[in-house]
């Protein structure tokens, strides 16, 4: 089976000015240089980026945008292009988290048109699946997150759809302190390797990385990574602050 890499990434939403992402990143940077065989992500605010980047030049830690829009310039006031993010240097970009589709009109078609334009700009998604607390309970989030793949990664060429990143969070345990068990995180994440079983076959299904992110802290995150076809988190609130995201990286 091919080997993958576990991916650690902190989402860090709306939070931090250019000095405390610096400062941040500082910290990570000193404490983490050692590690290794664990790919380590930070994806601050846009006002950020820049600093952050400049900050973490020679060293294991990938910077990545939260968003992005699917147009490469124009008349999209407040918007950030792929151009701009590529000209940074981003490694990633999150792509379709909950908030945005929740709260910013992002939709599966958007996400798939971003998912290209992305990989384009040599940029790769990582894009958030996941039900809410209602589709859980009317026992929907298989079906939902099958759509959500599907028409997230429609049209993408073989290369790509085995390096997108997916992340599974489900709505009701982001940053809500009520974590998914890890049976019920692992039970998701077998479907979606099923799911792209079937749909790309055994290569993709193998290579493909699949994240949890909800409520992941310093104390449970070893009990999430140990389930098989857990591969790495994408974590708010812990990566927030130096010591809870060493921990996280060093599980
Ligand atoms: C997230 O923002 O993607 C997330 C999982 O947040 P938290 O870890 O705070 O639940």
Redesign the pocket.
Known sequence: MAKRVPLIAG?W?MNKTVKESVELVLALKQKLSDVKEREILVCPPYTSLYAVKENLKNSNIKVGAQNMYFEKSGAFTGEISPLMLKDIGCDYVIIG?SERRQYFGETDDSVNKKMKVAFENGITPIVCVGETLQQREKNEAFSVIEKQIKIGVAGLSGDQITKVVIAY?PVW???TGKTASPQQAEEIHAFIRKLYFEMYGKDSSEAIRILY????KPDNISEIMKQPNIDGG?????ALKADDFIKLVSY
């Open positions: 989402n939403k988290h969070e345990a982001i940053g992110g909800g409520s992941v994408l974590i708010g609130g812990a």
